[in-house]
């Protein structure tokens, strides 16, 4: 199984941006697509963005796409989230994922991930 560590989340005004990156040790980086998701207080876990494990593939969120990029490094362990334009309701604690078993993009769900890393806070202030 592979550790994640979320970090870069922070306070930020509407139209602003920030990078989210997620660290990942304990098993080979480059077998797993990567997944973003969010929460938001009193909502489910949702799929924000995805990338596939040699990053070629992407997936987005109708929510988010045209503001957000997700890229990784395989080199570095490393998957990232450039929120740009950001707004109100994109505040949400944001977390990463690993998929071993190479889900097409779309399809991952918060459900199909039995742990989870402690997340990194996003809030946009209007």
């Known amino acids: 199984q592979v550790q994640l560590v979320e970090s870069g989340g922070g306070l930020v005004q509407a139209g602003g941006s920030l990078r989210l990156s997620c660290a990942a040790s304990g098993r080979t980086f480059s077998n797993y697509h990567m997944g973003w998701f969010r929460q938001a207080p009193g909502k489910e876990r949702e799929l924000v963005a995805a990338?596939?494990?040699?990053?070629?593939?992407?997936y987005y969120a109708d929510s988010v796409k045209g503001r957000f990029t997700i890229s990784r490094d395989n080199a570095k362990n490393t998957v990232y989230l450039q929120m740009n334009s950001l707004k109100p309701e994109d505040t949400a604690i944001y977390y990463c994922n690993a998929d071993p078993l190479l889900r097409p993009l779309a399809t991952m769900r918060a459900q199909d991930f039995g742990s989870w890393g402690q997340g990194t806070q996003v809030t946009v202030s209007s």
């Open positions: 990338i596939s494990r040699s990053g070629r593939n992407t």
